[in-house]
């Protein structure tokens, strides 16, 4: 996976904050010297190198609002083992991310996460309720979604038999294994159950490219559906990586902060 650059830009320095599991979690810190700081957290497999995770970071230093991205355990550079599922722990990661924050006497004004992060962010949000604004980009509603394009038609019978799914690249190099535990956590979160927990105060923002095959854009419909204080916004082909609307995601995205830390 991607390594930070050693190299850092004056107003960017190596931060790193222990999680309960006693993990070192390793982020960049995007420093514009304003109290308030957004979150930003990747999705599976990614790091904060992301370019989705880096661009976003370049658009906040570009609106002199500060922001903050890492890697989840077991991704990038922080400690830990990589899992598929791991959804809950990586909930935990970001909470001690916002309490590192809290507790230096800075306001996370937001948490931002893409595809699978997309899902942590709400998540966090269904079991703290310490942050006002959540954007979720690309996240899946139904996280039995996706499965039999990622591991195959028989998966369930495969990994009750062996144990684990090995999944491959299309070189046939194993780019991660797939455990029954880490499936069986993924199964067992009912994510609508879990938006039904957020505060209705708490502003969520939904973003989705119409032409995304990962993670079809009818998910972002029913996040709409039943999120009170919800708004969405879909950008019209771009995929689920945003290949060649990067520029646009930043911007949406940026602005939409600028304006809820005018609201705040």
């Known amino acids: 996976m991607a390594q930070a650059p050693q190299n850092l830009p004056p107003n960017q320095q190596k931060v790193i904050i222990t999680n309960k599991h006693g993990n070192k979690l390793v982020g960049i810190?995007?420093?514009?010297?304003?109290?308030?700081?957004?979150?930003?957290?990747?999705?599976?497999?990614?790091?904060?190198?992301?370019?989705?995770?880096?661009?976003?970071?370049?658009?906040?230093?570009?609106?002199?609002?500060?922001?903050?991205?890492?890697?989840?355990?077991g991704n990038g550079e922080s400690e830990g083992t990589f899992e598929f599922g791991d959804y809950w722990r990586e909930v935990d990661d970001l909470h001690a991310v916002a309490q590192h924050f809290h507790e230096a006497n800075r306001k996370v004004s937001a948490i931002i996460g893409h595809s699978k992060g997309g899902d942590?962010?709400?998540?966090?949000?269904?079991?703290?309720?310490?942050i006002k604004t959540v954007v979720n980009l690309s996240g899946r509603y139904d996280l039995k979604g996706g499965l039999e394009d990622?591991?195959?038609?028989?998966?369930?019978?495969?990994?009750?038999?062996?144990?684990?799914?090995?999944?491959?690249?299309?070189?046939?190099?194993?780019?991660?294994?797939?455990?029954?535990?880490?499936?069986?956590?993924?199964?067992?979160?009912?994510v609508h159950e879990q938006c039904l927990q957020i505060d209705k105060e708490c502003r969520v923002f939904t973003v989705h490219g119409s032409s995304d095959t990962t993670i079809p854009v009818e998910d972002a419909y029913e996040f709409a559906k039943i999120l009170p204080n919800h708004k969405l916004h879909i950008i019209e082909?771009?995929?689920?990586?945003?290949?060649?609307?990067?520029?646009?995601?930043?911007?949406?995205?940026?602005?939409?902060?600028?304006?809820?830390?005018?609201?705040?």
């Not at 495969?158 to 029954?180: A, N, W």
């Not at 689920?240 to 705040?264: G, P």
């Open 29 to 73: 810190l995007h420093e514009s010297g304003t109290r308030e700081i957004v979150i930003l957290c990747h999705g599976l497999g990614a790091s904060k190198e992301d370019n989705i995770i880096v661009n976003l970071a370049a658009g906040f230093d570009n609106a002199r609002i500060s922001s903050f991205r890492f890697d989840f355990s």
């Open 120 to 130: 942590v962010v709400l998540l966090y949000a269904s079991k703290y309720h310490d």
């Open 150 to 190: 990622r591991l195959g038609k028989d998966f369930m019978e495969k990994i009750r038999k062996e144990g684990f799914i090995d999944v491959k690249t299309k070189s046939g190099s194993v780019e991660y294994r797939v455990t029954e535990e880490s499936l069986k956590e993924r199964l067992s979160i009912n």
């Open 237 to 264: 082909g771009a995929n689920h990586v945003y290949t060649h609307h990067q520029a646009e995601l930043t911007s949406v995205v940026v602005n939409y902060i600028k304006e809820t830390l005018q609201l705040d």
